[in-house]
């Protein structure tokens, strides 16, 4: 399976060249086209994993509540794209785990397993998502942002905000945190939360935050009626 | 102080390079990501009656907040702005411009922004009843939804209210309807803005009310 990134930076897509016998994972609504027979299951979870309740948890984790499986006999190719305008990543697992931030997770090799992991109850007060995606094994994953990409390879401590992180090497520890340092004018100031990483590893950012263009946009938007 | 405009023109935000014990002011939830090293402090965005005007009447937040670095390296910041687009940089010694509401980013030096009276012309074109003024000593980086177009003007020209960026106090904003009382509300256009007088103004490609107004009809019919 090989990730091929067209349009970028500002309107990505991702065309994946699929060989027999390959599986590729990805969100529901990501499929842009596809070339060659190609057989597609939607199931709530993958392979040999949880359940109906995993689809659950991702819909919390604002991922769409269906995984769509794409297999073939022959070779063939699926275009995928995001919601949004900005750039996709392509990361190689080689065993390693990555920590992948709600929103950003496209698809996957089917060698990638990916789980959800609850952020605690600071997560729900942060209005952000309640659960990331977890992902390990081998193989490749595509991500995707809002705005371009930029990597931070961390060694100590480094700070971003919540609505900018795409993933982080679980190498990194975490902690969530609102911007000042008490809650009222944290409250007050409409300032996010922030993440402190602490160890060494890489974290990537997205250059914009989709939470404050949608409440920005929000305020003229009409009321059902 | 080192700051650059990165991305591209579609995505831009500010890589800033602050050296020890200087600081920059940044619109409220501007930080994307940061070094540990600089410590924000919230502060009102000037007195309590100012901030409140500019919260209210300006579209700007009550709080802002103030980088500094308090570590003895150079530290970084980025900052980042809520549409995807162009950002502008611009040194002002001493003179005074305007800007649309909600496109300041950040500021260093001496800058005071003020929320000034448009009128009531303003307030029916869905501009507000203040216009945000920014003067001083220093730099001021704000951004635009889509890309810039600068353009010099000296006479009269016609901008439609919500592509209307930065313009200097030399150039006076007066209300027309786009076309007649009929057409410009079948055109949807309704009100324009027409600058008169000389000197440079910066229009905005795209505009969040424009997009807005798209979507609303798409919504709930």
Redesign the interface.
Same mark, same amino acid.
């Given at each position: 399976m090989r990730f091929e990134l067209q349009h970028q930076?500002?309107s990505t897509i991702a065309v994946c060249n699929l060989e027999p016998k390959e599986t590729l994972v990805s969100e529901g609504g990501a499929l842009m086209a596809l070339k060659g027979t190609v057989s597609v299951n939607t199931t709530t979870h993958q392979k040999g994993s949880g359940g109906v309740l995993s689809g659950v948890k991702r819909l919390l984790s604002s991922e769409s509540f269906f995984l769509n499986q794409y297999q073939t006999t022959q070779s063939a190719q699926v275009w995928l794209c995001s919601a949004l305008?900005?750039d996709m990543l392509v990361k190689k697992l080689n065993g390693e785990k990555l920590v992948i931030a709600g929103g950003s997770f496209v698809a996957c090799d089917s060698n990638v397993h990916i789980d959800l992991e609850w952020q605690g109850l600071k997560s729900i007060l942060s209005g952000e998502s309640l659960f990331w995606i977890k992902a390990k094994g081998q193989g490749d994953l595509l991500l995707n942002s809002f705005?371009?990409i930029?990597p +931070?390879h961390v060694d100590? @401590?480094?700070? +971003?905000?919540t609505g900018?992180i795409v993933a982080f090497e679980e190498t990194l520890q975490f902690n969530i945190s609102t911007?000042?340092k008490n809650w009222l004018?944290?409250y007050?100031?409409? @300032? $996010?939360f922030?993440c402190?990483f602490k160890g060494k590893g890489t +974290?990537w950012?997205q250059?914009?935050?989709p939470k404050?263009?949608g409440?920005?946009?929000t305020s003229?938007?009409?009321p059902? $009626? | 102080m080192n700051v650059k405009e990165?991305?591209?023109s579609? *995505?831009?935000?500010l890589e800033c390079e602050l050296n020890p014990k200087e600081s920059i002011t940044v619109e409220?939830?501007a930080?994307?990501?940061?070094?540990?090293g600089l410590v !924000?402090t919230?502060v009102m965005n000037g007195t309590f009656f100012q901030a409140l005007a500019l919260k209210f009447f300006g579209g700007e937040?009550?709080?802002? #907040?103030h980088f500094l670095n308090v570590s003895a390296k150079v530290q970084k910041i980025?900052i980042?702005?809520?549409? !995807?687009g162009d950002i502008q940089c611009r040194k002002l010694e001493g003179e005074e411009i305007f800007l649309e509401a909600?496109s300041f980013i950040a500021r260093a030096g001496d800058i005071k922004i003020k929320t000034k009276w448009a009128g009531f012309k303003n307030f029916i074109a869905g501009e507000g009843l203040f216009k945000l003024s920014f003067k001083g000593h220093g730099t001021i980086w704000y951004g635009c939804y889509g890309a810039v177009i600068e353009k010099e003007i000296n006479g009269t020209y016609i901008v439609d209210s919500g592509h209307l960026l930065m313009w200097p106090p030399t150039i006076n904003l007066k209300l027309k309807l786009a076309g007649g009382l009929i057409d410009s509300f079948l055109s949807k256009e309704g009100f324009v803005l027409q600058l008169e007088g000389k000197g440079k103004v910066q229009l905005q490609t795209r505009s969040?009310?424009g /997009?807005?107004?798209w /979507? #609303?009809t798409r *919504?709930?019919r």
């Open positions: 930076p500002s305008p900005g705005g371009f930029y +931070v100590g @401590e480094y700070i +971003v905000d900018h911007a000042s004018q944290a007050l100031s409409g @300032e $996010g922030i402190r +974290v950012c250059s914009h935050n404050s263009y409440q920005e946009l003229y938007l009409k059902r $009626g | 990165v991305g591209s579609a *995505f831009q935000i409220s939830g930080m994307a990501s940061q070094d540990v !924000p919230t937040s009550f709080f802002i #907040n980025h980042s702005q809520t549409t !995807p909600g969040v009310k /997009l807005a107004q /979507l #609303n *919504f709930w």
